[in-house]
């Protein structure tokens, strides 16, 4: 079992930037490849970006693709996403889940963890 715990939204303008955390515990917290994802107010959820477990490869929606960085410390168990460049359509509140990595999509299994999300709003 993993317990995913994220933290680090808020409230920003368009344009500015935000670093949200997710830290996992269990014995084998890091064996697994992360993703994130989110959900606005009436949208389906949305896969936004996931990394690899092993070589650290890491794959992005193409609607944050060159804004949003992933990465990862084994060290502190914990998974990060660095997001820069903010739009409005960014709101939602931010999952991160243990995920399998398909065909360089970040895809929820039967049995995955989830965290319990962190709200993330942009707008002036």
């Known amino acids: 079992q993993v317990l995913l715990v994220e933290s680090g939204g808020g409230s920003v303008q368009p344009g500015g930037s935000l670093r949200l955390s997710c830290v996992a515990s269990?014995?084998?917290?890091?064996?697994?490849?992360y993703g994130w994802f989110r959900q606005a107010p009436g949208r389906e959820r949305e896969e936004v970006s996931c990394?690899?477990?092993?070589?650290?490869?890491?794959y992005y929606a193409d609607s944050v693709k060159d804004r949003f960085i992933i990465s990862r410390d084994n060290a502190k168990n914990t998974v990060y996403l660095q997001m820069n460049g903010l739009k409005p359509e960014d709101t939602g509140v931010y999952y991160c889940?243990?995920?399998?990595?398909?065909?360089?999509?970040?895809?929820?299994?039967?049995?995955?963890?989830w965290g319990q999300g962190t709200r993330v709003t942009v707008s002036s």
């Open positions: 990394i690899a477990g092993n070589d650290g490869s890491t």
């Open positions: 269990g014995e084998r917290a890091n064996w697994y490849p």
């Open positions: 889940a243990t995920v399998l990595i398909v065909q360089s999509k970040c895809v929820p299994y039967n049995g995955n963890y």
